[in-house]
């Protein structure tokens, strides 16, 4: 089992930065790989960016890329995501992820196995 608990989102201007976390327990942190989704109202979970389990490998959305960054850290068991430059079709709820299967930044949804509760993202234009 893991738990995950997110944290960090509200309301920013376009153009603004959130920096959001996600808190993992209930397993080492060393062996899950790590994603983070977002959903929009009417529209399908949709990927945003991925970690593997070592840090050193990353995946992005082409959305996103060079404006997000996504980062981990093993002393507290955390996962980051710094949003740069957000736009008004950011706004979405924003789920952080698991795969204890720790493979290598998947991005497909279903390769997640634990799931947050979600934060909310609103970018205001």
């Known amino acids: 089992q893991v738990q995950l608990v997110e944290s960090g989102g509200g309301l920013v201007q376009a153009g603004g930065s959130l920096r959001l976390s996600c808190k993992a327990s209930?397993?080492?942190?060393?062996?899950?790989?790590m994603g983070w989704f977002r959903q929009a109202p009417d529209k399908e979970r949709a990927f945003v960016a991925a970690v593997n389990w070592s840090g050193t490998g990353t995946e992005y959305a082409d959305s996103v890329k060079g404006r997000f960054t996504i980062s981990r850290s093993y002393g507290s068991n955390t996962m980051y995501l710094q949003m740069n430059s957000l736009k008004a079709e950011d706004t979405a709820v924003y789920f952080c992820?698991?795969?204890?299967?720790?493979?290598?930044?998947?991005?497909?949804?279903?390769?997640?196995?634990?799931w947050g509760q979600g934060t909310q993202v609103t970018v205001s234009s």
């Open positions: 992820a698991a795969d204890t299967a720790a493979r290598d930044s998947p991005q497909g949804y279903r390769d997640y196995h634990y």
């Open positions: 209930g397993r080492s942190f060393t062996q899950i790989g």
